[in-house]
């Protein structure tokens, strides 16, 4: 059998396979070859496929690459690797209609996975808000504010009015790190507070604020410092002035 025809009866099968019975019985390298094809059909896509797996590690991996570090396996260019980016970006809009209405995600580790695929390779921090009714079901994902986290870059006040806007109950805060390290800065801590003393004050309850870096999180709230800063609100709030402090913005 010629060559060309050999390649067009293996991708032929790969599909037809996919087909029947979904990726199951499919090998990790197989998914990855199945999505090179889309942009090469007419091209071998075993090898590079194999390639993409071994340099980085597994097909988790190998989807979220970036661009330019999947061009630095031989026979990997923009046109085949097509396939994989298509089915990320597929995945990023799937979970995001799929998202609201949706009852809360109970753990942090289950938000992460919503939203890492959508924040691991931005280049500057993107704050997004989750808003949640009163039956803790999610009304909206929203991204509110680009670039460093600091208190002149994050209004307090604009969530605030979002959110009674939306008539939500509840508020999850999530931002990215692009430096890869999730641990949580001093300004990431100041305006953590800032949010949730202004959210109290109009009767909304912070769920959670994460931080997502490369392949990991920070959750404020598994790691107790939410419920430090709502003991402390508690206790300002009944401190002589308070209302007058400049603490809301």
């Known amino acids: ?4 025809d050999h390649r067009a009866g293996h991708r032929q099968r790969l599909r037809e396979k996919f087909l029947t019975s979904g990726l199951t019985g499919f090998h990790d390298y197989e998914i990855v070859e199945l999505l090179l094809t889309l942009g090469t059909p007419r091209r071998d896509c075993k090898i590079a496929a194999k390639a993409a797996l071994e340099k980085f590690g597994s097909l988790r991996g190998a989807l979220e690459a970036a661009p330019e570090d999947l061009q630095e396996i031989p026979g990997l260019g923009p046109h085949n690797i097509f396939g994989l980016k298509l089915v990320q970006e597929v ?4 979970l995001a209609e799929k998202l609201p209405g949706k009852p809360f995600c109970r753990n942090s580790q289950e938000v992460f996975d919503y939203l890492y695929h959508s924040m691991r390779d ?3 921090e993107i704050f997004k808000v989750i808003y949640l009714d009163s039956a803790s079901r999610i009304l909206e994902l929203e991204d509110l504010f680009a670039g460093s986290l600091t208190s002149s870059a994050v209004y307090p006040r604009k969530i605030i009015e979002r959110a009674i806007k939306k008539n939500a109950a509840a508020l999850i805060f999530v931002h990215n790190h692009p430096s890869g390290s999730c641990k949580p800065s001093g300004p990431d801590l100041s305006v953590t507070r800032e949010l949730v ?3 109290r004050l109009v009767e909304l309850k912070v769920l959670d ?3 997502i870096g490369d392949g990991d ?4 709230a598994d790691r107790g410092l939410l419920e430090k800063m709502e003991t402390e609100f508690k206790q300002i709030r009944q401190t002589p002035g308070f209302y007058r402090s400049g603490s809301e913005k």
């Open 209 to 211: 604020h994460m931080i």
């Open 217 to 220: 999180f920070f959750s404020f």
């Open 1 to 4: 059998m010629p060559e060309n």
């Open 122 to 124: 931005l280049k500057t």
């Open 197 to 199: 003393f202004a959210s």
């Open 91 to 94: 995945a990023r809009k799937f």
